[in-house]
């Protein structure tokens, strides 16, 4: 696809290594909502020009099917910039429109990797943002009890942090959710960066419970 002149000399701004998330929002303040010109900039298929289209896109305009569309372009990344675009899309756009609510939480069963990532990122999100919790978690527990140690690595981990959030905001799942850490053992002894909450269940549950009840 040939870019329009406003398309290539954004692409040329911010197709760089050096490009920083603070660059991509201040120019998707500037441009504000511009779906067509999201779209030029998808199509180039480089990581930075893609993660502005997603801060420029009509959320209007998502179906199903462009959004199936959008996933098969995603996968063509490597997975730590396949992770970030799709949870990218999940919180600027599909967490922000009734419709497009409503199909995330069609996706549990997805026979796409990424829309099953972004089903439970979408479940955990809602715990970790201060909302009331849907009716919907020993559902959601016992799919991850019988569905997580199969799962792909990307899905497994937006499992695991739905039920890190679950336990952490839900204390009646609490015993329930780090029994099951223990259990599969998922990221157990995985290294942590200083000041980062490790992914192993029951001790991000404990670390995570501790700074909320300090806040108390």
């Avoid at 290539?8 to 050096?18: C, D, V």
Wanted: hydrophobic share 35%.
């Amino acid at each position: 696809m040939t870019l329009t002149s406003k398309a290539q000399n954004i692409y040329s701004q911010i197709n760089t290594e050096g490009t920083k998330m603070g660059d991509l929002r201040k120019i998707a303040k500037e441009i504000k909502k511009d779906h067509e010109l999201a779209m030029e900039l998808w199509s180039t298929g480089a990581f930075f020009p893609q993660q502005l289209a997603i801060l420029i896109m009509d959320k209007k305009k998502l179906s199903q099917d462009l959004i199936d569309k959008l996933d098969t372009d995603i996968q063509r990344h490597e997975l730590n910039e396949r992770n970030q675009l799709t949870d990218w899309l999940m919180a600027n756009q599909l967490a922000k429109d009734k419709k497009t609510i409503a199909l995330m939480e069609s996706w549990e069963n997805s026979t796409s990797a990424l829309q099953r990532r972004i089903f439970w990122y979408y479940q955990a999100r809602l715990r970790w943002m201060g909302q009331t919790p849907p009716p919907n978690t020993e559902e959601l527990l016992s799919s991850i009890e019988e569905r997580m140690e199969k799962e792909a690595p990307e899905v497994q981990w937006a499992m695991n942090f739905a039920a890190a959030q679950i336990g952490i905001h839900e204390p009646p799942h609490r015993s329930r959710c780090i029994a099951f850490g223990e259990k599969i053992g998922l990221y157990k002894g995985e290294p942590v960066s200083r000041g980062c909450t490790p992914n192993y269940l029951p001790e991000f549950i404990t670390i995570e419970v501790a700074k909320l009840e300090k806040r108390i």
